[in-house]
T-cell receptor
Framework: KAGVTQTPRYLIKTRGQQVTLSCSPISGHRSVSWYQQTPGQGLQFLFEYFSETQRNKGNFPGRFSGRQFSNSRSEMNVSTLELGDSALYLC????????????FGPGTRLTVL | DQQVKQNSPSLSVQEGRISILNCDYTNSMFDYFLWYKKYPAEGPTFLISISSIKDKNEDGRFTVFLNKSAKHLSLHIVPSQPGDSAVYFCAASARENTDKLIFGTGTRLQVFP
């Protein structure tokens, strides 16, 4: 069974631009969570989706948004990029509702110049 | 292929007893290991770490043991408390202080009275 895939793996953007990151969960998994990983802040929770519904949202500004499609694939969008948005964005999927054990993807490394 | 494996999705322990969470890894380049604790709708928070130059690290009720030859580490919680009930993630990196961690799938610990 294929693992969690994230595209693109690397991305370079400039301040003010917007970006969309994609996550494909493991086949059959219905829950997707997004995290931001930085050296200073560690792993911070962004949001989690289950069956196309956002179940929980972390403490991030409205520039960060996401959605989940009927096939459980999820996208995360960041508008008006800031330098501080440079980070590794991890997606994790789990079979059932949020709170279950999670399989992490390889991450998308976003660099904002 | 999972480089960091937590083969027990869940563990149930009585309050006051010892909780032992296990983690196995396959990449011999990993030299820094961490345990994270995660509550629902939050990102994993750092709990305790160990460098490959040590085989044990202790912090209060939490002790992590590393067996490099077996590529195995474990987290011991003594005594277990109901507030310890959470999902625990094992993570590894190829060098200390990297922002690129490889996570296991997590083990849900439930501590009952």
């Amino acid at each position: 069974k294929a693992g969690v895939t994230q595209t693109p793996r690397y991305l370079i953007k400039t301040r003010g631009q917007q970006v969309t990151l994609s996550c494909s969960p493991i086949s059959g998994h219905r829950s997707v969570s997004w995290y931001q990983q930085t050296p200073g802040q560690g792993l911070q929770f962004l949001f989690e989706y289950f069956s196309e519904t956002q179940r929980n949202k972390g403490n991030f500004p409205g520039r960060f948004s996401g959605r989940q499609f009927s096939n459980s694939r999820s996208e995360m969008n960041v508008s008006t990029l800031e330098l501080g948005d440079s980070a590794l964005y991890l997606c994790a999927s789990s079979p059932g509702p949020p709170g279950d054990t999670q399989y992490f993807g390889p991450g998308t490394r976003l660099t904002v110049l | 292929d999972q480089q960091v494996k937590q083969n027990s999705p869940s563990l149930s322990v009585q309050e006051g007893r010892i909780s032992i969470l296990n983690c196995d890894y396959t990449n011999s380049m990993f030299d820094y290991f961490l345990w994270y604790k995660k509550y629902p709708a939050e990102g994993p928070t750092f709990l305790i770490s160990i460098s490959s130059i040590k085989d044990k690290n202790e912090d209060g009720r939490f002790t992590v043991f590393l067996n490099k030859s077996a590529k195995h580490l474990s987290l011991h919680i003594v005594p277990s408390q109901p507030g310890d009930s959470a999902v625990y993630f094992c993570a590894a990196s190829a060098r200390e202080n990297t922002d690129k961690l490889i996570f296991g799938t997590g083990t849900r610990l439930q501590v009952f009275p």
